[in-house]
């Protein structure tokens, strides 16, 4: 079976928000599910190093600090309400530095890591937020995203993105992983079109042979290996993020590669992983290339 690094186990940053709290309980379901621990942190921020008087900095870090440690108690409620006894063991650690680099350097011992998509400040509030965006590009395990009141699907399916890049091998064996634990099929969709759809007209059949012989090639082997997976496929011609994002409604998680064909490693989230964090109804894991 695929192997995933779990040194820290299950890890999950809480802020004290909503969608915090909805990671909480999908990361303790996740530990539960796979007997492993889980660790949850909060993040001491120095951001506020801009005012000037020392006495003042003291009292907003020991205010942040306290907050913090309010916020970890909490969240280990939430953990324990969630699954009860299932989770052998729930850590609780505050770090300190920028959130983005302090979570991300833990997540280096990490099975996976777990966010809410937005969280409380302003910004986040606008798009799929700055900390778990930036965690999907910077973390070095999977990170899943987790909305403030995702649809519980548990009889539904896993959904995973297959565009043929090396990164989408990576979605590929955790998607597989994640189906076998659940005891549910995985879909693997590949669209074979996405190109404008303005693009002229002309014969698609010979496109179409070689996206399925494509598809077929990327599952063989997992399906080997999860033999008690069933595996249903989908070849689209369509966009492949709103294909995931409109399709996520039944499914109980959507696994993508940080980016695909067209990506930057180590830079940039594509686009396709992009969109579909922003806007899915299911919990999202992105994978990095291992």
Excluded at 213 to 232: F, S, T
Aim: proline share 4%; glycine share 8%; hydrophobic share 45%.
């Amino acid at each position: 079976m695929y192997e995933f690094t779990q040194k820290a186990g299950v890890v999950v940053a809480v802020d004290g928000s909503a969608e915090a709290a909805a990671a909480v309980r999908w990361a303790a379901h996740e530990a539960a599910l796979r007997r492993d621990h889980l660790t949850i942190v909060s993040v001491v921020s120095r951001d506020y190093l801009y005012i000037r008087d020392p006495a003042t900095q003291d009292r907003v870090y020991r205010w942040q600090r306290h907050h913090c440690e309010e916020v970890l108690r909490r969240a280990q409620t939430i953990a324990e309400d969630a699954v009860g006894a299932a989770l052998p063991e729930i850590r609780t650690d505050l770090i300190f530095g920028k959130p983005v680099p302090a979570i991300a350097d833990i997540s280096k011992d990490s099975r996976v890591l777990v966010v809410g998509r937005r969280g409380l400040g302003t910004f986040d509030r606008l798009m799929a937020g700055s900390v778990s965006s930036g965690l999907a590009r910077y973390a070095h395990c999977p990170v899943a995203v987790v909305q403030e009141e995702p649809d519980r699907n548990q009889d539904g399916p896993v959904i995973v993105g297959i565009d043929g890049s090396p990164i989408s091998e990576s979605a590929i064996a955790l998607a597989f992983d994640e189906a076998s634990h659940r005891g549910v099929p995985l879909v693997a969709m590949h669209a074979w079109v996405d190109v404008l759809d303005t693009a002229p007209e002309f014969d698609w059949r010979l496109e179409r042979e070689q996206a399925n012989e494509l598809l077929g090639e990327r599952l063989a082997g997992w399906q080997e290996r999860y033999p008690d997976v069933k595996v249903i496929r989908k070849l689209v011609k369509a966009h492949p993020g709103r294909w995931l994002i409109e399709h996520s409604r039944n499914a109980q998680l959507v696994v993508v590669g940080s980016h695909g064909r067209g990506g930057f490693a180590g830079m940039l989230l594509g686009s396709v992983s992009r969109n579909v964090l922003h806007a899915s109804h299911a919990p999202v894991i992105v994978t990095r290339g291992h």
